[in-house]
């Protein structure tokens, strides 16, 4: 049993088997994006995402985070609902309660051929935490400016509960304001030549705001679906420790391929980084890192193959 995350890794495996070799309580964010609603076959993964909630649960630590990236799929025109079943199947059997449901709204969407359906620009990101509130909670890294900065303005005119309402104030206003709700970030790969190999990454920005957000300096972050490791490079950049899990191989080696390419300095920022030829554990950059990779699954398993011209694009 892993009590406490002592270093970073990769491993390789299936997430609920994984997680069951962790201790209770070590972790003190979550922030992942499941398969959901067969949109891609994962090497014919299945996952049960009442038994992933189960075990994130227990190993979140009390007043630990939980955020989750997910849309429904559609299917004979209508919503399969299961972001919403989810949410409320975690919060009612599992024990998490719902601190916030942000929305990540997608910069760049394409729609030419939305014609029958409103062009869907947006996946919920709700923001489960374990007991009473966030044991860290600072939005300051993510205030954006004030359209109106410096200038002195009436507001705070509210309605009581009697109906009475209270005199709006006059006020200078601040130079940042708080983020609110939507949380807006460009579509696709990040421009990160690594990355794009993933069929659907998320932008590393998404891990690294709520980073910033609910954890402090050396906290434990956990991906148990890593993908081409959004949040485990994010975790990395801001001085987390990081678990990522990821059942396929050559998605655990994208990861480390992207933090071994950061680490060397190779590719600063590791926006130029040049793909390997092909991801295999014997040509992937970073191997000295590979030592870290845990092979534990069974069989060797390979991405899903993209079309060379589809844009990568976040759809679990
Ligand atoms: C939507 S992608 C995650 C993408 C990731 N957030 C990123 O930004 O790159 C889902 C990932 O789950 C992995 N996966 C599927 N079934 C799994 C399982 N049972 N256990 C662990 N990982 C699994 C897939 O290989 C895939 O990389």
Known sequence: MKSTVKKSQIIRGDAVAELRKFSSAVFDLTVFSPPYDQLRDYDGYTL???????????????GGVVVMVIQDQTCDGKKTLTSFRTILD???????????????????????WWSKRFRVDHEYMPVFVKGGKPRHFDKT????????????????????????TVDSRRMTINPTKCPGTIWN????????????QHPAAFPDKIP???????????DAVLDPMVGSGS??????????????IDISRAYCDLTVARIAAMQS??????????PPPAISPETAPGAALRASVFDRAASNHQPATRHRNQPPHHHG
């Open 48 to 62: 049960d995402l009442h038994a992933l909630g189960a075990e994130l649960f227990r190993v979140t630590k009390d």
């Open 90 to 112: 975690w919060c009612d059997n599992i024990g998490f309660g719902l601190f916030e449901c942000n929305i990540y709204q997608k910069q760049g969407k394409d729609g030419a």
């Open 141 to 164: 890294p993510v205030k954006i400016p004030s359209k109106h900065a410096g200038k002195v303005m009436h507001g705070g005119a509210n309605r009581n509960k009697d109906g009475i």
């Open 185 to 196: 970030y460009a579509n696709g790969g990040d421009k990160v030549a690594l990355k794009r």
């Open 208 to 218: 690294y705001d709520f980073i910033r957000v609910f954890t402090r300096k050396d």
């Open 231 to 244: 949040t485990a490079v994010a975790a990395h950049l801001l001085g987390r420790k990081y678990i990522g």
């Open 265 to 274: 300095n190779l590719a600063p920022g590791f926006k130029n980084a040049k």
